[in-house]
T-cell receptor, first 114, second 110 residues
């Protein structure tokens, strides 16, 4: 069974559209994250939820809105997509919200905005 | 915020030991040092973590000097499958916030 799964794996869409990326973890972890990796491979944290509560909210445009229906799921909704949103988005989870906790990453969602 | 600096790329040959050094001059007292590995088209994967001195597991060793301003990831006898990007991270507080640098792209050649 996949520990952290994301859907879709690839997402190609037009500028201005709204899209969602789903993430699920079956590890029983309390904390989940969203990261963005740009073309230069920089991996930057966007959000983190601990037990459905937002604990990290980096400087991310308001067009990005995370939603955690339960602690096993953290979805990312993006409104009015822009060219600069093209990147690979990774979901991750950890047992607790401590920087010493191992984070388990999903396979990534490659978003291409045309 | 602690910032890490590591070489952008390294080349090695199969069977050699590879050492990747990371600088983190502003590391905080309660920060641990963690290394992740990322293969192409995959998410990062935890390799090893340490606070001071030396840590060893089945994959790698981590050497941390007394001042903790740097750390060295050592991969013994690398193989082609060790070709990946290696990230050195230091944590920030108790929120799980990890700051990834640009990583070191390790290319292992036959």
């Amino acid at each position: 069974d996949t520990a952290v799964s994301q859907t879709p794996k690839y997402l190609v869409t037009q500028m201005g559209n709204d899209k969602s990326i789903k993430c699920e973890q079956n590890l029983g972890h309390d904390t989940m994250y969203w990261y963005k990796q740009d073309s230069k491979k920089f991996l930057k944290i966007m959000f983190s939820y601990n037990n459905k509560e937002l604990i990290i909210n980096e400087t991310v445009p308001n067009r990005f809105s995370p939603k955690s229906p339960d602690k096993a799921h953290l979805n990312l909704h993006i409104n009015s997509l822009e060219l600069g949103d093209s990147a690979v988005y990774f979901c991750a989870s950890s047992l607790l919200a401590a920087s010493t906790d191992t984070q388990y990453f999903g396979p990534g969602t490659r978003l291409t905005v045309l | 915020l602690a910032k890490t600096t590591q070489p952008i790329s390294m080349d090695s040959y199969e069977g050699q030991e590879v050492n990747i050094t990371c600088s983190h001059n502003n590391i905080a007292t309660n920060d641990y040092i963690t290394w992740y590995q990322q293969f192409p088209s995959q998410g990062p994967r935890f390799i090893i973590q340490g606070y001071k001195t030396k840590v060893t597991n089945e994959v790698a060793s981590l050497f941390i000097p007394a001042d903790r301003k740097s750390s060295t990831l050592s991969l013994p006898r690398v193989s082609l499958s060790d070709t990946a990007v290696y990230y050195c991270l230091v944590g920030v507080g108790n929120t799980g916030k990890l700051i990834f640098g640009q990583g070191t792209t390790l290319q292992v050649k036959p």
